[in-house]
């Protein structure tokens, strides 16, 4: 099962990171990358282009948002996808939502966690150990 990664950040280095360690963990993981939410809101919000440059749910989409992102910020994004997607719609099953920010802030924490999809905040940098226990937490074999 390769599990689609999509890491949204403006840093280049960031997502460089999570590429390489999706591949030194040894996880089957296709990473798909956004420099900014925006263009992230653009492929999500449609479905056809969802499925050609993300790929179809299952497996869920494994998405790395960071929260300061010139354009629109992670919260921006957040908001879009939850009137997007309204609640319990079966479009928003498609992702698996995690924060990935170098704010360690508890306000920062708090807001993502005010959205009832976001399943985790992971500090940067992720180390693989961090990575494997996510891809482990959702991604487990049945």
């Known amino acids: ?48 282009r969802r499925t050609e440059e993300i790929g179809s749910a299952p ?10 992102m010139p354009r629109i910020t992670g919260f921006e994004v957040l908001e879009a996808i ?7 719609g079966s479009d928003a099953d498609c992702m698996i939502i995690l924060m990935f920010s170098s704010s360690n802030h508890a306000e920062d924490k708090q807001e993502a966690f005010s959205y009832g999809f976001v399943k985790d905040y992971i500090i940067k940098p992720i180390t693989v150990p961090v990575l494997q226990r996510i891809v482990d937490q959702y991604y487990e074999e049945n």
């Not at 030194?24 to 925006?38: H, L, T």
């Open 82 to 88: 939850d009137e997007g997607f309204g609640d319990g």
């Open 59 to 68: 497996p869920p989409m494994l998405v790395l948002l960071d929260i300061n």
């Open 1 to 48: 099962m390769t599990i689609p990664i999509v890491v949204v950040d403006d840093e280049q280095v960031d997502r460089y990171i999570v590429r390489r360690l999706v591949k030194k963990a040894g996880i089957d993981g296709k990473v798909v990358e956004f420099q900014a939410g925006d263009e992230f809101l653009e492929v999500i919000m449609d479905q056809q």
